[in-house]
C-alpha cells in the first residue's frame, strides 16, 4: 500500500473517533513513525501531507535528521541515554521521553534553547516500558521547575499490546486526569496540554480519551525496512 492510501484510511478512522467524542480531528497531530523504513519511504510520507517525523534511536534519528529538515517537525519517540543528549537535543523539536531527574540534568547542560518535553508514564506498569509511575509524576513535574530549559508540553504514555479495549481505555484515561492534574497548576514551565498516546493498532481509542498526538508506524509507512 502507498502511504498516500494509509494516510487516508488513518484520516477517516481518525474522524470517527473524534466525532464519537465530538473532538475537533485537526486537533489531532499525526506523528509518522519511521523508524522501520527507508528515507525514500520517509520522504513518500512528507508527500503525502506528513508534516511530523519520529524515530526513537538516535542513530535513525541522526541519519535521517541530516537528509530531511525542511518543513519537518522531529519528534524524538525513544528512551534517551544519557550520554545521547548532546547529539540529538539540539536538533529535535518535540522529546516524549523525559523520565528521569539526571536526563533532565543533562538537557540543561546540553541544550542551546528551550527544549519541548513530554514526560514519559509507564501506566500499565509492565516492565518492559520506560516512564514513570504515575504516583511519581507530580513530584518529578515540581522538580522540573528549576531545570529552565526544560518545557513539559504534556505526558506520553505506551499501551500494552492488548485487544482489551476495557484496559486501553483505561490506561489512556489514567494518562488523561494526570495530565489535567498538571494542567490545573498552572506551571510556567509545565503548560502539559498535549498527550502523546495512541499507536498503530489503538490510536482510535487513544482519541476518544484525549491523545493530542498518535505516534504512527506500521499502519502508516510500514513495518518493512
Ligand atoms: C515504534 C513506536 C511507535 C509506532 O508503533 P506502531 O505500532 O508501528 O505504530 C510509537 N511509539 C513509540 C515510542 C515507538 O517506539
Redesign the pocket.
Known amino acids: 500500500m502507498d502511504v498516500a492510501q494509509n494516510l487516508a484510511e488513518i484520516k477517516t478512522k481518525i474522524n470517527e473517533a473524534s466525532h464519537k467524542v465530538n473532538r475537533d480531528p485537526n486537533e489531532i497531530t499525526i506523528?509518522a513513525?519511521t523508524?522501520?523504513v527507508t528515507i525514500e519511504r520517509t520522504m513518500e510520507a512528507i508527500e503525502a501531507g506528513i508534516s511530523d517525523l519520529?524515530e526513537?534511536r538516535q542513530e535513525g534519528f541522526l541519519e535521517k535528521y541530516d537528509q530531511i529538515q525542511d518543513n519537518v517537525t522531529w519528534h524524538f519517540?525513544?528512551s534517551l541515554q544519557t550520554r545521547k543528549v548532546k547529539d540529538v537535543i539540539n536538533k529535535v523539536d518535540y522529546l516524549?521521553?523525559l523520565d528521569r531527574l539526571s536526563l533532565a540534568k543533562e538537557i540543561e547542560k546540553r541544550a542551546s534553547s528551550t527544549v519541548n518535553c513530554f514526560i514519559q508514564v509507564n501506566v500499565s506498569g509492565e516492565d518492559s516500558k520506560h516512564g514513570l509511575h504515575p504516583d511519581e509524576v507530580m513530584e518529578f513535574v515540581e522538580k522540573i521547575s528549576q531545570y529552565t530549559k526544560i518545557h513539559i508540553v504534556g505526558l506520553?504514555t505506551?499501551a500494552p499490546h492488548t485487544e482489551d479495549k476495557e484496559l486501553l481505555h483505561q490506561v489512556f484515561g489514567i494518562l488523561r486526569n494526570l495530565r489535567d492534574t498538571i494542567k490545573e497548576r498552572n506551571y510556567p514551565f509545565a503548560p502539559c496540554e498535549y498527550l502523546s498516546m495512541g499507536?498503530?493498532?489503538d490510536?482510535d481509542i487513544a482519541i476518544e480519551e484525549g491523545a493530542t498526538h498518535i505516534?504512527?508506524?506500521?499502519?502508516?509507512v510500514g513495518?518493512n525496512k
Do not use: C, D, T
Open positions: 506523528i513513525v523508524k522501520y519520529g526513537n519517540i525513544g516524549h521521553s506520553m505506551m499507536m498503530s493498532n490510536y505516534r504512527i508506524g506500521s499502519k502508516l513495518a
